[in-house]
């Protein structure tokens, strides 16, 4: 099956389980990614004269990749929520240690709902939704180890990097993915209670000079 009719197919037989129909898992996937492009891309933007300047090369990979996923899940059918998020000043900490922090929950979560969208795939025997779900999720493992190593460069004990061995399932809703998310003070187009601001999605991250190209850049 094409990608394109992996939507239209799960609107004619309708729920997939736990109240969550494909296109829902889609459209909060797509949502998610956006979210990585625009935090990742203001990490940059704040890098030079911080911490974080030393793993530039590392999130300008990063944010190409998040970009890349993007379009994959859209021409997939998924449709963002917004295009707008709030993130708190902790989460970016003006180029510190805690934007890896931050990411490396924020990968984490995404790992499970990714998960989530390989199940939902898999109940259907759609191996091409299931294996572009899989081979995204790879991507963001390799994300979580790289802040965890991040982190530990800058000072903070956390052990080897690579400390699992099967990806975590810990959150397998999306509901429970969305409420451990904005339990971070972010907000998916509405403001929270903690200090910080409004990001828009800024797009291709080749096109806006933020991004570097990455091979491998189509699902297979």
Not at 27 to 44: K, R
Not at 105 to 130: C, K, N, P, Q, W
Request: proline share 6%.
């Amino acid at each position: 099956m094409s990608a394109s009719n992996i939507v239209s197919e799960a609107e004619r037989t309708g729920s997939l389980g736990d109240d969550e129909s494909l296109r829902e898992v889609l459209d909060f996937l797509v949502t998610e990614e956006q979210l990585g492009v625009t935090l990742v891309s203001a990490a940059i933007e704040n890098a030079p004269g911080t911490p974080s300047e030393a793993f530039l090369p590392v999130l300008r990979n990063g944010v190409t990749q998040e970009y890349l996923h993007v379009e994959a899940l859209k021409e997939a059918g998924g449709k963002p929520l917004t295009t707008k998020y709030w993130f708190p000043d902790a989460a970016l900490d003006n180029g510190g240690i805690g934007v890896f922090e931050t990411l490396e929950v924020i990968e984490t979560i995404e790992i499970s709902l990714y998960l989530i969208g390989v199940s939902a795939f898999a109940r259907r025997g759609d191996d091409f939704g299931a294996r572009l779900c899989a081979e995204a999720m790879g991507t963001e493992a390799v994300h979580r180890a790289l802040v965890r190593f991040a982190q530990g460069e800058l000072g903070k004990e956390i052990g080897p990097p690579n400390d699992v061995g099967f990806e975590n399932f810990d959150w397998p809703t999306l509901g429970a993915v969305r409420e451990a998310l904005e339990a971070l003070g972010i907000g998916y187009g509405v403001e929270t209670s903690q200090p910080g601001r409004f990001y828009e999605y800024p797009g291709d991250p080749l096109a806006n000079g933020l991004g570097t190209p990455v091979n491998h850049t189509q699902p297979r």
